[in-house]
């Protein structure tokens, strides 16, 4: 079945420090991926997504690339912000299934 | 517009208990769905429903049900309570189920049994 591994942390940066967030995905056909994120005490919202190999998907500084040729949907942001501190999850959905499933979360705190 | 909205946001049970947990969205959204998240785990999807008088299962249903006899309402019922339901619960609305829609999440239900 589709699955989904991203790094889990968690990760503490400083301030205009650069983030990657790895994700890498196993699933047939042509899924579409996801970066969710979660803030402090409250519920996931979408951050960004691609729905097609080669697509970028942007986002309040955000990018990720889908990358079909090393399965791969990396997270990037090239300074982060104080108020970029939360938990970040992969998810992909297709690929044969209408389900979206999760990585296991990454949570980053940045410091000032 | 409300989006997504769950009641209660916290719940204490005992075990053997039951409770349903209760998801309405204004969006006139076909898909729902709940999920549990748990430290480590992400999120695992319980059941879902493609429309209203549809459900389905999802990876980890047991003692879990649902019903949906209107497109707005999806609530989640736990027949018997254990110390392993104990979880931080979402609930999540979509146009439809196709794998490029967005999925928008209500703000949890934390649960605890104890």
């Known amino acids: 079945g589709n699955s989904v591994t991203q790094m889990e942390g968690p990760v503490t940066l400083s301030e205009e420090a650069f983030l990657t967030i790895n994700c890498t995905y196993t699933?047939?056909?042509?899924?579409?991926l996801f970066w969710y994120v979660q803030y402090p005490g409250e519920g996931l919202q979408l951050l960004l997504k691609?729905?097609?190999?080669?697509d970028k998907g942007s986002n309040k500084g955000f990018e990720a690339t889908y990358r079909k040729e090393t399965t791969s949907f990396h997270l990037e942001k090239g300074s982060v912000q104080v108020s970029d501190s939360a938990v970040y999850f992969c998810?992909?959905?297709?690929?044969?299934?209408?389900?979206?499933?999760f990585g296991k979360g990454m949570k980053l705190t940045v410091n000032p | 517009n409300a989006g997504v909205t769950q009641t209660p946001k916290f719940q204490v049970l005992k075990t053997g208990q039951s409770m349903t947990l209760q998801c309405a969205q204004d969006m006139n959204h076909e898909y729902m769905s709940w999920y549990r998240q748990d430290p480590g785990m992400g999120l695992r999807l319980i059941h879902y429903?493609?429309?209203?008088?549809?459900?389905d299962q999802g990876e980890v249903p047991n003692g879990y049900n649902v019903s949906r006899s209107t497109t707005e309402d999806f609530p989640l019922r736990l027949l018997s309570a254990a110390p392993s339901q104990t979880s931080v619960y979402f609930c999540?609305?979509?146009?439809?189920?196709?794998?490029?829609?967005?999925?928008?999440f209500g703000p949890g239900t934390r649960l605890t049994v104890l």
């Open positions: 699933a047939t056909g042509y899924p579409s």
């Open positions: 998810a992909l959905s297709g690929g044969g299934s209408e389900k979206l499933v």
């Open positions: 429903s493609v429309g209203a008088g549809i459900t």
């Open positions: 999540a609305s979509s146009i439809a189920g196709g794998p490029s829609n967005e999925q928008f």
């Open positions: 691609a729905t097609k190999a080669d």
